[in-house]
């Protein structure tokens, strides 16, 4: 299951990842993956931010690749960040989750 997560600079994609830990592995210290870029929360739960990832190529360094096409669960957030969007369509589950500010207390969430 790969879950892309769409939104806006602090819209809150690391807080739905946490949300979704506390459900999957609740013992999970979930931190976002800015400088990171992927942590890890259990076995086969991941959590990537590529946002500061300037070209495709920064991932081959990491086990980027491995994760996507692996059994995993697989949280991404600005996953077409100066990616190529054709990795992603040789995965089987993917979950699009769009993520709205309406205001400063309140979200609107869209999964498709």
């Given at each position: 299951m790969v879950i892309l997560l769409h939104g806006e600079m602090g819209?809150?994609?690391?807080?739905?990842?946490?949300?979704?830990?506390?459900?999957?592995?609740?013992?999970?210290?979930?931190?976002?993956?800015?400088?990171?870029?992927?942590?890890?929360?259990?076995?086969?739960?991941?959590h990537a931010d590529l946002y500061?990832?300037?070209?495709?190529?920064?991932?081959?360094?990491?086990?980027?690749?491995?994760?996507l096409y692996g059994e995993n669960i697989f949280y991404i957030e600005w996953p077409y960040n100066n990616v190529d969007k054709a990795i992603y369509e040789k995965c089987k589950n993917i979950k699009n989750v769009h993520i709205e500010v309406v205001s400063e207390n309140k979200r609107k969430i869209i999964i498709n």
């Open positions: 819209a809150g994609k690391t807080t739905y990842v946490i949300n979704e830990m506390k459900k999957l592995c609740p013992d999970a210290n979930v931190t976002s993956p800015t400088f990171t870029i992927i942590n890890q929360y259990a076995p086969n739960i991941f500061r990832i300037k070209d495709m190529s920064e991932l081959y360094n990491t086990d980027f690749f491995e994760i």
